[in-house]
Each structure stands twice: as C-alpha cells, then as structure tokens.
C-alpha cells in the first residue's frame, strides 16, 4: 500500500495543523496506523496511533492533550490534528500502516509502510 501525507507547513507557537495521511488501498481499514516524527539530528519517534477500528489510540507523553488521531476509512485516510503548536514539535511527520496490529504500536519496526513525510515547522 502506498502512503501519501500531506498538510504540514509553517506555523507559529499555539497555532493548529491538520495532517492527512491517504493510503492507496481499500484494505487500508483493516490496518493499525500512527504517526511518527523526526527532527533534524535525532531518531524517529512515535507520536500517535489508532487501532484499525478506530477505537483505541495511543499518544506519546510529549503530544497528550495537544494531539488527536482520527481516520475515515470511507476515505482511506488518517488524520493527525495539531493544537497549541510548540517549536520542539517541528519535525518531518510520517504516516505507516501496520497490517498486524501488533501490540508494541511505538515501536517504527513494526510498521511495513510508510508515507513520505511532511514537514511542519512551528517558529517561536
């Protein structure tokens, strides 16, 4: 299956961005998705999951209560939306799709696809 992220860019500190991740197959709804960032000069991290349901999602610490994970499986896609914005979350964001479901969702070998990236930058 193949990923396309989308919606990153410039923001200001608080400020709000919405990340869309589309994926190119149906059988996207049967698939756990997160999301992951990677700054420059450090390892990707985790950020968000969502089970293929839609009924469980995990957060890092470091986004819970700013970040939320949704999908539309009509649309094939899963969205990360982004509020109250801080310079330490620029990073380039990247979607992946687990077909397994496997249970360790934060950690990036477990995904076997993954999007692009899309940069978000949030300046001070």
């Known amino acids: 299956v193949q990923l396309q992220a989308s919606g990153g860019g410039l923001v200001q500190a608080g400020g709000s961005l919405k990340l869309s991740c589309a994926a190119s197959?149906?059988?996207?709804?049967?698939?756990?998705m997160a999301w992951f960032r990677q700054a420059p000069g450090k390892e990707r991290e985790f950020v968000a999951h969502?089970?293929?349901?839609?009924?469980?999602?995990h957060y890092a610490d470091s986004v819970k209560g700013r970040f939320t994970i949704s999908r539309d499986d009509a649309k094939n896609t899963v969205y990360l939306r982004m509020s109250s914005l801080k310079p330490e979350d620029t990073a380039v964001y990247y979607c992946?799709?687990?077909?397994?479901?496997?249970?360790?969702?934060?950690?990036?070998?477990?995904?076997?696809?993954w999007g692009q990236g899309t940069l978000v930058t949030v300046s001070s």
């Open positions: 992946a799709a687990d077909p397994w479901g496997s249970s360790t969702y934060s950690q990036k070998e477990r995904y076997d696809y």
């Open positions: 197959r149906p059988t996207f709804a049967n698939y756990a």
């Open positions: 969502i089970s293929w349901s839609g009924g469980s999602t």
